[in-house]
């Protein structure tokens, strides 16, 4: 058995070999500790030092650099499927229901809205809100989470998912454009806005959820990590 020394030793390799994930250094601390362990078994006369440099060496001439790679690859696909399947709850039951709910509500103001240009303004209002959810995620991230050591599971928050809907919006516009139409005098335009600003805060708060979850999973498995924001 490695004395805890040596797995603090272990634990700063790590880190000097530029893994600064403590919870990958935690993962690589484990697996270069049990690696060494069974060299030194199967051969007792081995150092420390040299098990070292040859389980260190198995991992290749780019050393730790090509695991953290692959690890972060493979957070941001796992990050886009659990983005994917939380938009799904919305389309599937019950929460669909909620989903047709907040169409609904969306529409109703339409009807209390006599002049056209007001339900038109109303239905641009509509498709901007859920511009302003990533812009409330990230002031409650920041202050209900926040970790004080830096984790490679949360390193899939890097990556955004591009919703598309506003490109439907300047595609609409561009085609009454060449139409020669105005935008607000079309039927259309209402309705089309406020179902894509739907659509969109779908998407948001799928996004929310998945986020939440991801941090809820690190607080559970390395709540030392944010011990400091915790306290």
């Known amino acids: ?34 690696s060494i362990e069974n060299k030194i078994s199967e051969n007792p006369a081995l150092s420390f030092d040299t098990a070292l440099t040859a389980v260190y060496q198995s991992f290749g001439k780019n050393g730790f650099s090509d695991l ?14 659990a983005y994917r399947k939380e938009i799904r709850h919305y389309f599937e039951w019950p929460r669909i229901l ?5 169409l609904v509500v969306a529409f109703i103001p339409t009807f209390f809205l006599q002049a056209a240009d007001a339900r038109f303004v109303y239905s641009l209002c509509v498709l901007l809100l859920p511009s302003l959810i990533p812009f409330l995620r990230l002031q409650f991230i920041r202050r209900r989470y ?12 890097n990556w955004h998912p591009s919703i598309s809907l506003t490109s ?37 708060l799928s996004n929310f ?12 498995e390395y709540p030392l990590a944010f011990m400091k924001k915790t306290s």
Not at 98 to 102: C, D, R
């Open 168 to 204: 439907l919006y300047f595609i609409y516009r561009i085609l009454l454009a060449v139409l020669n139409k105005k935008i607000e005098a079309v039927p259309l335009s209402v309705p089309f806005f406020l179902t894509l600003g739907v659509a969109g805060l779908i998407f948001e």
């Open 68 to 81: 953290v790679g692959e690890r972060r690859a493979a957070l941001i696909q796992a990050r886009k499927k």
């Open 98 to 102: 909620s989903s047709t709910a907040l």
């Open 146 to 157: 926040r970790p004080a050591l830096p984790l490679i599971s949360l390193y899939a928050l």
């Open 209 to 220: 959820k998945a986020v939440q979850n991801l941090y809820t999973k690190a607080i559970k």
């Open 1 to 34: 058995m490695l004395t805890n020394e040596q797995i603090a030793f272990l634990d700063q390799f790590c880190e000097q070999k530029d893994v600064h994930y403590y919870d990958l250094r935690m993962e690589l601390t484990d697996h270069l500790a049990e």
